[in-house]
């Protein structure tokens, strides 16, 4: 069967041998329901955390005092996870695609987001101040779920273990809106103003910018030896976020780091992405073939968008 698929869709034998046809990682769509771009993550192995050997080699490379300062026992052990295949939004989820969203269903707007619906660079505004609770029903819309941890640190950081979307070397101010050591940006950035910063699956914006929420409470993982430090804080208190934002600034822009909290509590500096579990078939499908033909055009659109903001 494999020989008279199309080259971009990949056969790949499972636990018990069930044969699952999939796309090539990084392969993009634009999802019907929000018209978010996605990428594809494909199935398979990735470590997941840190060891405390990568905690303080990324405490070097941001510039704090040590792995304490990161928070970063929030992140061991270090270990392989296996997941499903999924994809994840290539962008935060923009201005223009909560107001869709919100014409559609009535949903409350974040007055962050409202003050930017009639710009043109609505298409481009991360959407700002989503509760846990908002960003959740927000996905439920668009048929979606906001990613799991694993699911959000596979897309950042790839199977292979490296420390950041890029690979392993420090922050620079090309992969992300990341501002200096000193002073944070005055602002978000506009989605994917930072090519550089790409993962593995060419999602962007993984570090930096929005925080971003995830499906799940902030809990210590398990075998965790520095778990009694999260006493205080876990669990059920505090959703988790990951990646960092511009406003919280360098101690946060590493793809293993966490950070929580209460569901009813947001700020400027918070948004989110989704994920998308595809239906069995999907691969094989004219809605596949649709979407990532509408994912090439859409691509188009915002580069000119971003072009003629440029201008
Ligand atoms: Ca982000």
Known sequence: MT???????????????????????GTAIRHPADGAVMVYVPAGAFTMGLSEGDAGTVAKDLGQDGAASLWAWEAYPKR?????GYFIDKYEVTVTQWQAYAAATGAATPNQTERHFDTPAAPLIPAATISWKQAQEYAAWAGKVLPSEAQWEKAARGPDGRLYPWGNTAPTPDRGHFGSREKVPDLYALVGSYPGGASPYGALDML??????TSEWLAPYPGNPLAYKMDDYTPDMNGCLRGGSWYHGWVGFYAAKRFGLPPDETHFHVGMR?????????????AFRRDRAAAKKRERQLARIRQSLAE
């Open 3 to 25: 020989g008279l698929l199309p080259a971009l869709l990949l056969a790949v034998c499972f636990t018990g041998c069930r044969t699952v046809v999939e796309t090539s990682a």
């Open 80 to 84: 392989v996870l296996q997941l499903d």
């Open 208 to 213: 930096g910018n929005q925080y971003e929420w």
């Open 274 to 286: 989704t994920a998308w579990l595809p239906p069995r078939d999907y691969f094989e499908s004219a």
